[in-house]
C-alpha cells in the first residue's frame, strides 16, 4: 500500500494523510495550513489527490489545522463519509464556519477570495458518520478505529489495519496531566506510527504550576488595575482556562473580577462540551454530578455582538479578557490588543503553541512592537506565558508514548511539527529505541 503525506508534514498545520491500497482510498484528516504567507500558501495548491476518488475520510479532531479543508474537498467533489466521533464532528463543524465566515469578511474587505463557501460547508455538515472509540469500521479492504487521544473533546487517534499490516495516526496527542480530558489510550501494537511532533523538541512545565501562574496574572492585574487578555483558542484551551476559573474564583483564590470571553465560537463550543461531557475526564464528570457547571462562576460574561464586544474596553480595570485567535494572527483578540499591549498595567498571556511568522510567536520571543493591520502597535504590557496549558503531548510525553507500543515497530514518521521538533523527536526515537524514523516531506509517498 501506498501513503501519501499530503499536508502536516515539515510543518505543524495542514495535516492531510493518504493511505491507497490496491482498491481504496482513504484520507485521515484535511487540515488548513496556518501561519505566516508562506505556510498559507499552500492552502493555494491544488490537492495531491481527486478528490472525487477518495472512498473516505478519518478526522481526527475539530481543529482547524486537521479539519479546515473538509468543505474545500467537498467542493471539488468529494461526497463520501467522513468518520469522526459525535463531539468532534458537531466541533468541527462549527469551526469551519467560523472559518468560511472569517474567509468570506477578508474577501469583501478586499482580501483573497475564500477557499470555500457557505454551501460547501453545510455540504460538509451531509457527510457526517458518527462512530464511538473503538468502534470497528469496514471502508473496502481497510479497517479502522478511532481511540481517544486526551487532545481536545472527542479527539482520536486512528488504527488502521490494510494488507496484513497495522497503521497508527495518532492526529494530535493531549497533555496527558490535562484535569478536564481523560489521558491518551495506551496503543500496545502498530507496524508504523505517523505522530505528531508540535513539542518534540520541548518539556512543559508541570500542569499544576499552571493554575497558579493564571492566578498571579489575575492578582497582578488586581493590584495594577490593568487588563489581563488571552488570546485562545475557541475550542479546548478556552474551556481548560474556564475550569480552572471556575474553580479559583469558587475556592476564592482571586478576588471577583469580571471575565469577559468575547468570542461566540469559544461559547458555542463551551455548549458543545456541555452536552457530551460524558467524553471529559472522571474527575470533570464527577464534579458535573455535584452539581457544579465547571464552565461557569460568579463575574463571567460571554458577549457575542460586535456591540457588546466593543463595550468591554468601556468596562472599568481590572477585567480579564480571553478572545480569539490563540495566535493573534485574526479575530476579536487583535483589537484588545491593539488597545491594552501598549500599557504597562497590562498582562498579555499565551497558552497556546504559536506558529513561526505568527504576532503570537513575535511576542513570545519578545518583541517590542508588534503590526496589527496597518498599525504598528508598542508592546509595553507584560508578557506571560503559561504553556503548562497546552493541549499538545511534549517530548517526554511522546517518547513514553513510543515506548509503551511493541516491538518491532516497522517505522516512525514525525509530522505536525516545525522541521526543527520533527527532527529531534525522530532522532531521539531512533537513539533510544533503535527504531527507524524520519521527517517526511510534503508530497513524499511511501510504500508500506
Ligand atoms: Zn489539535
Not at 106 to 126: C, F, I, M, N, P
Not at 156 to 180: C, H, I, Q, R, Y
Not at 248 to 264: G, K, M, N, Q
Amino acid at each position: 500500500m501506498k501513503l501519501t503525506f499530503c499536508g502536516g508534514a515539515g510543518i505543524v498545520t495542514g495535516a492531510n494523510y493518504l493511505l491507497e491500497t490496491g482498491t481504496t482510498k482513504i484520507l485521515v484528516d484535511c487540515g488548513m495550513f496556518q501561519g505566516g504567507a508562506e505556510n498559507k500558501g499552500w492552502n493555494q495548491k491544488p490537492f495531491l489527490y481527486d478528490p472525487k476518488t477518495i472512498d473516505a475520510v478519518i478526522l481526527t479532531h475539530a481543529h482547524l489545522d486537521h479539519g479546515g479543508r473538509l468543505p474545500l474537498l467537498y467542493k471539488q467533489g468529494y461526497r463520501g463519509p467522513i468518520y469522526a466521533t459525535p463531539p468532534t464532528a458537531e466541533l468541527a463543524q462549527l469551526v469551519v464556519e467560523d472559518s468560511e465566515e472569517i474567509m468570506t469578511t477578508r474577501a469583501q474587505e478586499g482580501g483573497s477570495a475564500a477557499l470555500y463557501s457557505h454551501a460547501d460547508v453545510a455540504g460538509v455538515g451531509r457527510l457526517w458518520r458518527l462512530i464511538e472509540y473503538k468502534q470497528r469500521q469496514s471502508v473496502g479492504d481497510v479497517q479502522f478505529q478511532l481511540r481517544n487521544a486526551g487532545h481536545i473533546l472527542g479527539s482520536s487517534m486512528v488504527e488502521v489495519w490494510a494488507e496484513g499490516k497495522k497503521l497508527l495516526f495518532t492526529g494530535d496527542l493531549g497533555n496527558e496531566l490535562s484535569p478536564l480530558l481523560p489521558p491518551a489510550d495506551v496503543i500496545d501494537r502498530a507496524d508504523y506510527v505517523i505522530i505528531e511532533s508540535a513539542y518534540g523538541d520541548r518539556v512543559h512545565e508541570p500542569v499544576k504550576d499552571r493554575k497558579e501562574q493564571l492566578e498571579r496574572a489575575i492578582e497582578h492585574v488586581v493590584k495594577h488595575r490593568g487588563a489581563l487578555i488571552i488570546p485562545s483558542l475557541a475550542v479546548e484551551r478556552t474551556q481548560e482556562i474556564l475550569y480552572d476559573l471556575d474553580t479559583l474564583v469558587e475556592d476564592a483564590r482571586v478576588p471577583r473580577i469580571a471575565v469577559y470571553i468575547d468570542s461566540p465560537m469559544a461559547a458555542a463550543a463551551t455548549e458543545i462540551y456541555q452536552r457530551h461531557h460524558s467524553y471529559l475526564s472522571a474527575e470533570g464528570q464527577n464534579q458535573i454530578r455535584l452539581g457544579d457547571n465547571i464552565f461557569e462562576f460568579p463575574g463571567l460574561k460571554i458577549t457575542r455582538t460586535r456591540e457588546e464586544s466593543k463595550a468591554i474596553n468601556s468596562a472599568p480595570a481590572p477585567k480579564v479578557i480571553i478572545a480569539g485567535n490563540g495566535m493573534s494572527t485574526g479575530g476579536r483578540i487583535i483589537y484588545h490588543e491593539q488597545l491594552y499591549l501598549p500599557d504597562s498595567q497590562n498582562i498579555l498571556l499565551l497558552v497556546s503553541y504559536q506558529v513561526n511568522g505568527t504576532n503570537g510567536r513575535q511576542l513570545q520571543e519578545g518583541a517590542t512592537h508588534i503590526r496589527i493591520g496597518e498599525k504598528d502597535v508598542p508592546v509595553r504590557a507584560t508578557i506571560l506565558q503559561a504553556l503548562a496549558y497546552s493541549g499538545h503531548a511534549d517530548h517526554d510525553q511522546l517518547m513514553a508514548f513510543v515506548q509503551d507500543i511493541q516491538r518491532p515497530i516497522q517505522h516512525i514518521f514525525t509530522v505536525q511539527g516545525d522541521d526543527e521538533a520533527a527532527h529531534v523527536l525522530a532522532t531521539n526515537i531512533q537513539d533510544e529505541f533503535g527504531i527507524n524514523a524520519s521527517v517526511p516531506k510534503i508530497g513524499e509517498v511511501v510504500e508500506l
